[in-house]
């Protein structure tokens, strides 16, 4: 099985999360710590379904933060692509189209977002029992590190 469709079948198995924020020497946000909690999913169609991460956030301080994310997911032959629903479903804001790579063993952006001034990348590796996504965040007053797991 290729890596693209082991990656689309990985997401749509996986019910939990966890990540680490790691400010780089650079960043202004300070927003280190890790994170956890779970996923639901729900199909919209075919070749697309919503992700919702619920979990809490714990600032290195000891804060603890409720976070909630939705994605939504689309697959095409060549590639997925991933979307923000933080403007509503009817105005997703689309981050990565993720394409197979001959170089990496998983799957890579075609080509970073911009959001502003900010750039982001992110790469993905398929793992047995879930996916381990990478984001970095470059920018003026950001240079963040995501790691995430997601586990079935």
């Known amino acids: 099985?290729?890596?693209l469709e082991r990656f689309w079948q990985g997401l749509k198995a996986i019910k939990f999360f966890r990540y680490v924020s790691s400010p780089g020497k650079l960043s202004q946000s300070g927003w280190r710590g890790e994170g956890k909690g779970e996923i639901d999913t729900e199909p919209s169609g075919l070749n697309h379904f919503y992700m919702t991460e619920k979990g809490i956030f714990i600032l290195a301080d000891g804060?603890?933060?409720d976070m909630c994310n939705e994605w939504l997911?689309?697959?095409n032959?060549?590639?997925i692509t991933l979307y923000h629903t933080r403007r509503g479903r009817d105005n997703p804001?689309?981050?990565f189209e993720l394409i197979e790579a001959p170089e990496f063993p998983?799957?890579?952006v075609s080509r970073p977002h911009f959001c502003g001034d900010d750039i982001y990348n992110a790469?993905?590796?398929v793992r047995e029992d879930g996916v381990d996504i990478s984001w970095s965040i470059k920018g003026p007053r950001k240079d963040e590190h995501l790691s995430y797991a997601y586990t079935k």
């Open 1 to 3: 099985m290729k890596v």
């Open 63 to 65: 804060k603890k933060l």
């Open 73 to 75: 997911w689309c697959r």
């Open 77 to 79: 032959e060549e590639s």
């Open 93 to 95: 804001v689309q981050l």
């Open 106 to 108: 998983g799957v890579i």
């Open 123 to 125: 790469t993905v590796v």
